[in-house]
C-alpha cells in the first residue's frame, strides 16, 4: 500500500503523465476504517487561551451524548486521544458611518461714492448625519484531531460558530464537531460493509 502511495506521487509529479491515479481517497478511506477501532478516547488540554479549558470541557460532553465510545480522563488506557486548539472571543464589533452635504453662496456689489449703494445675496444651505452602532459579538472556533497510539492523525476537523438560536458558540462548535464525527462514523461503516 506504501509502495502505491509512493508511485501514485511520483506520477503525479512526471510530465507528462495526463490522469495520474489519485491516492487521496485511498488515504482517506484508511484513516476513516480507524474509526471503527475505537474503543477508549482521552481528550487532552486545549491549547488558546484560558477559555479553551471550559471548551474542552463542553467538548467531552457532547462526545459523552454522542456515545461513538468510551471517554477516559486516563489517558494510559485510551487507544485514541484527541487533541487541538480552541478559542472563545468575545468582543464588541463597531460600525461608524458619516454623511454630510453643504452648499454656499454668495453674492455681492458696492459702489463707493458720495452716495454709496451695496447689494448682497447669501444663500447656506447644510446636513450632516453621523451614525454609529456597536454590537456585541461571540464567536468561538476550535481545531481537533484523533491521534492513535502511533501518533498517526486518523480524522481531524475545523469548526467555528458566532452562536446558535439557543446555545453558546462554545457549545455550538462543540455540537458541530461531534454532529461531524457521527457523520464520519457512518462513511466508516458504510466503507466496512463495501467490498
Not at 489519485?22 to 477508549?40: A, K, N, S, W, Y
Request: glycine fraction near 8%.
Amino acid at each position: 500500500m506504501y509502495w502505491a502511495t509512493i508511485v501514485g506521487l511520483v506520477l503525479c509529479a512526471s510530465p507528462g503523465v495526463e490522469n495520474p491515479p489519485v491516492m487521496t481517497p485511498v488515504v482517506e478511506d484508511h484513516g476513516l476504517r480507524q474509526l471503527l477501532t475505537i474503543q477508549r478516547v482521552y481528550v487532552d488540554r486545549l491549547t488558546g487561551g484560558e477559555t479553551a479549558a471550559q471548551m474542552r470541557d463542553i467538548l467531552i460532553s457532547s462526545l459523552e451524548g454522542a456515545k461513538l465510545f468510551i471517554l477516559t480522563e486516563n489517558q494510559e488506557r485510551a487507544d485514541f486521544v484527541l487533541r487541538g486548539a480552541a478559542e472563545d472571543l468575545v468582543f464588541t464589533d463597531v460600525h461608524q458611518s458619516s454623511d454630510s452635504i453643504n452648499a454656499r453662496f454668495n453674492a455681492g456689489t458696492t459702489k463707493t461714492t458720495a452716495s454709496s449703494r451695496g447689494q448682497y445675496a447669501g444663500l447656506s444651505l447644510g446636513e450632516s448625519e453621523n451614525d454609529r452602532s456597536a454590537e456585541r459579538r461571540h464567536e468561538a472556533i476550535a481545531a481537533v484531531r484523533l491521534v492513535n497510539k502511533d501518533g498517526d492523525v486518523v480524522w481531524s476537523t475545523t469548526q467555528e460558530s458566532l452562536g446558535a438560536k439557543f446555545r453558546g458558540a462554545s457549545a455550538d462548535v462543540a455540537e458541530k464537531i461531534t454532529a461531524k464525527l457521527k457523520e464520519d462514523f457512518d462513511r466508516a461503516k458504510r466503507l466496512g460493509n463495501s467490498p
